[in-house]
């Protein structure tokens, strides 16, 4: 006869196998969870300018973003312990042997170890490769013509990639930097955007805030500058560290006057067109006048160009076609002359409606479409009608407003709907369902 196991037994058991179950799920947890805990360098690879790295320090990296001074210290001490960091070589980079902002010596590259002595046992807990880089200049040599007046480079720009005139990567935060031009003419100056130049000078909070957020507790240094005459300037930027001035090199800014873009412009009937159409370079400060000669300002609609002018700005539609002659002036309409320029106004007729012969429709349809295409692609003449020969089945309507057809599926039924684009005609067979049910087999088979 079998023995049968007591109950004891059996919660002995079943608690034995809980124990062995419980090891296996919650041990890894805890091991994970201790493994975070182990005592490690905040950092394992800093690269920073040459200068004391401090918390105030902020530069700009030879790629793009915003580089700021971070501590090196211990993560997780272990009580009672020591801790000590050294440098592989001094002469590139230093720190305090308890550890915090490095100092940048010269370019190359270096080791900081730190050492943990616990109980007269002496163990290297981690190591940070350095790289110490030199300050350097690179210069923008395509978006470096301006007009006369004044301009800048904010932090703004720089966030949203626009690239600046001018760049010192890795900027040693114990140096100064100086910009000198070649010419009175054009005068440049460095401006330090902090979180409170932001508040100044950006309106919006929200761009406030993610600008703030971008640069954080660093800063961001760009410029402002006056041209105040046509011409090729050359910028030197020097830096100045431990009383040792050294040049980092030079860039070029070209100036140039108000000008026009070209004498002859052929635009499409229909065209809407701006100012920076027809001159470029304008002066910030200055105001541009457009005189269209023979222009009908009583009847806008019979000249060949029109023009409106809001909030002193100018905008210009090719309104038929034919030819006229602009005279653009600075100052007022009796101004300087910046010069003459002929507008052309082309049409390019319709040759070919393209159209799908046969359409479905359901009842109620508030969405229904018909598509249609021409040729050539760059017509000038539009769709001046839509007409269907059954408007109890399907009315069509002209909405002024937002200018476009609208095709309503009243009732069951068929309706021939007609397209016009200037003197070009097409026709489509639209048939209309009670429902998107109603299927008629017969046109499968």
């Known amino acids: 006869m079998k023995r049968q196991m007591s109950r004891k037994k059996v919660l002995v058991l079943m608690a034995l196998i809980f124990a062995l179950v419980a090891s296996y799920v919650i041990g890894p947890v805890s091991v994970a969870e201790a493994a975070t805990k182990k005592t490690a360098l905040s950092e394992t690879e800093m690269t920073i300018p040459v200068g004391k790295v401090t918390n105030k320090a902020s530069w700009v990296l030879d790629t793009y973003g915003i580089g700021t001074g971070r501590k090196l210290t211990v993560e997780n001490p272990v009580k ?24 940048g010596v010269k370019a190359g590259t270096a080791t900081i170890t730190c050492t943990q002595t616990l109980k007269n046992k002496k163990t290297t807990i981690g190591k940070c490769k350095v790289t110490v880089k030199k300050a350097s200049l690179s210069a923008n040599k395509y978006d470096n013509v301006f007009a006369i007046g004044k301009g800048e480079g904010t932090v703004a720009d720089y966030f949203v990639g626009f690239e600046p005139l001018y760049t010192i990567a890795f900027r040693n935060p114990d140096a100064t930097y100086t910009l000198t031009s070649n010419s009175d003419n054009f005068t440049i100056k460095e401006v330090k955007y902090d979180a409170k130049k932001i508040e100044k000078t950006v309106t919006d909070d929200v761009y406030q805030d993610m600008l703030k957020d971008y640069i954080g507790k660093g800063y961001y240094i760009g410029y402002e500058f006056n041209a105040k005459a046509a011409g090729t300037y050359k910028i030197t930027v020097n830096e100045t560290y431990n009383k040792k001035t050294t040049k980092l090199g030079t860039f070029t800014v070209e100036v140039k006057e108000t000008t026009l873009t070209n004498t002859k412009h052929e635009v499409l009937l229909g065209t809407y067109l701006g100012s920076y159409d027809f001159i470029e370079y304008a002066k910030a400060d200055k105001d541009y006048y457009f005189n269209v000669k023979d222009y009908d ?4 609609d019979n000249n060949v160009l029109k023009i409106e002018k809001e909030y002193g700005k100018y905008s210009f539609y090719a309104n038929k076609a034919g030819s006229v002659e602009v005279t653009v002036t600075e100052g007022s309409s009796d101004g300087t002359v910046i010069g003459t320029f002929t507008v052309t106004v082309i049409e390019i007729p319709v040759e070919k409606i ?19 295409d021409v040729e050539p692609y760059d017509t000038t003449d539009k769709l001046s009608k839509v007409e269907s020969d059954n408007s109890e089945v399907l009315k069509v309507e002209y909405d002024s407003q937002y200018n476009y057809w609208i095709i309503t599926p009243l009732k069951a039924g068929v309706a021939n709907i007609t397209l016009t684009v200037g003197d070009k005609t097409a026709v489509t067979k639209v048939t209309v369902k009670e429902n ?3 299927y008629d087999y017969d046109d499968e088979y």
């Open 80 to 103: 009672g312990a020591t801790y000590q960091f050294t440098s592989s070589n001094t002469k590139v980079v230093k720190i305090s042997k308890d550890g915090g902002y490095l100092t």
């Open 297 to 300: 300002a009583a009847n806008p």
């Open 354 to 372: 393209i159209l799908d012969p046969e359409y479905t429709a359901y009842v109620g349809d508030e969405y229904f479409s018909i598509y249609y």
């Open 436 to 438: 998107e049910y109603d």
